[in-house]
């Protein structure tokens, strides 16, 4: 391990890279990174970072978020086939019939979307804007794409708009029932369910605190309950316990591992940057209407 990781330092500084990796990926893969994030906290670092190469450790739409902000850059994804089945259950078809039916309407697109879906939308969003980038539009009616769940969460937030919802959903956080809750918290009473809102609304009901990963470490972090729930995928736990060493963290449930998120590894880290591989390649047409939304959410994010 120490081999691979002095092995690793070596490229970074050979190269110029960074590594820049989700709360989701392995601990091992997590230790090595340069960043590591949320969605959000990624998309904005990769805007800042002074480098050659990025390497990406996360899904492929992350890889592309960070090429589309990145134009000069080349970035690396450690698992070509790493990619979040979610961010393909939209279509270009259906919102274009959306923007026909609904001339007033915004497209507001989740990042965890394909560059292509991202390239017809008005609007990216993360987990920790959503709320408050729809309340922010000036669109009375909103298309929200492509995860219903956190579609369904930002409707009962920002009630005085129209959400058209889509058809889409992570496999991870949806199978996450109620019900797993409900026991968890029957043998913890004390602990503090944190919920992640690409669940199901019937489990976003029972939480105590709802938001993106960042969000739920940082509410973890902060608070003085020493038991919690953890109703998201869990990779967080990594950080979850490196920040709060003295506190107890339970998983919601026995089926919250994304299988893409855990295909990066530190081989696969050293593999790409060593022969500079699985480089995200786009085409430049396509990146210059995907950039115009993800700088909007940029912009709109900032306090
Ligand atoms: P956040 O990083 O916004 O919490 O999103 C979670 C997720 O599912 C990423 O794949
Ligand atoms: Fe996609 Fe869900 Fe995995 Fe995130 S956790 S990459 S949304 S499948």
Do not use: W
Not at 12 to 34: D, L, S, T
Not at 63 to 71: D, H, R, V, Y
Not at 288 to 296: D, Q, V
């Amino acid at each position: 391990m120490e081999e691979k990781k002095k092995k690793l330092e070596a490229l970074k500084r050979e190269k110029r890279a960074v590594i820049m990796a989700h709360y989701y990926v392995p601990g091992e893969v997590q230790e090595i990174a340069n960043y590591v994030g949320d969605s959000y906290y990624l998309s904005e670092m990769a805007t800042r970072v002074d480098c050659d190469i990025i390497v990406l450790c996360g899904v492929r739409f992350m890889g592309e978020s960070a090429k589309i902000l990145n134009p000069k850059k080349k970035v690396l994804l450690p698992a070509a086939n790493a990619d979040c089945p979610m961010a393909h259950m939209a279509t270009v078809e259906r919102i274009e019939e959306v923007r026909r039916e609904h001339p007033d309407a915004a497209v507001v697109c989740y990042v965890n979307s394909t560059a292509e879906l991202k390239s017809h939308s008005d609007v990216c969003v993360t987990s920790s804007n959503a709320v408050k980038i729809v309340r922010a539009l000036p669109n009375k009616e909103i298309f929200f794409i492509p995860d219903e769940h956190l579609g369904a969460f930002v409707a009962e937030q920002v009630p005085e708009k129209t959400i058209l919802q889509n058809d889409g959903y992570c496999h991870v956080h949806a199978n996450i029932r109620p019900e797993e809750i409900m026991a968890a918290k029957k043998a913890r009473p004390e602990a503090k369910v944190l919920v992640h809102p690409e669940c199901q609304s019937s489990v976003v009901q029972l939480a105590d605190y709802v938001g993106s990963t960042a969000g739920i470490i940082q509410y973890a972090t902060k608070s003085e309950a020493s038991e919690f729930i953890v109703a998201t995928e869990l990779g967080v736990l990594t950080e979850l316990k490196k920040r709060n060493p003295e506190k107890k963290f339970y998983a919601a449930g026995n089926t919250q591992i994304c299988p893409n998120m855990k295909k990066i590894t530190l081989d696969g880290v050293i593999d790409v940057l060593l022969h500079e591989t699985n480089e995200v390649i786009m085409e430049e047409s396509m990146r210059e209407a995907a950039y115009a939304p993800l700088c909007r959410m940029l912009e709109l994010a900032k306090d």
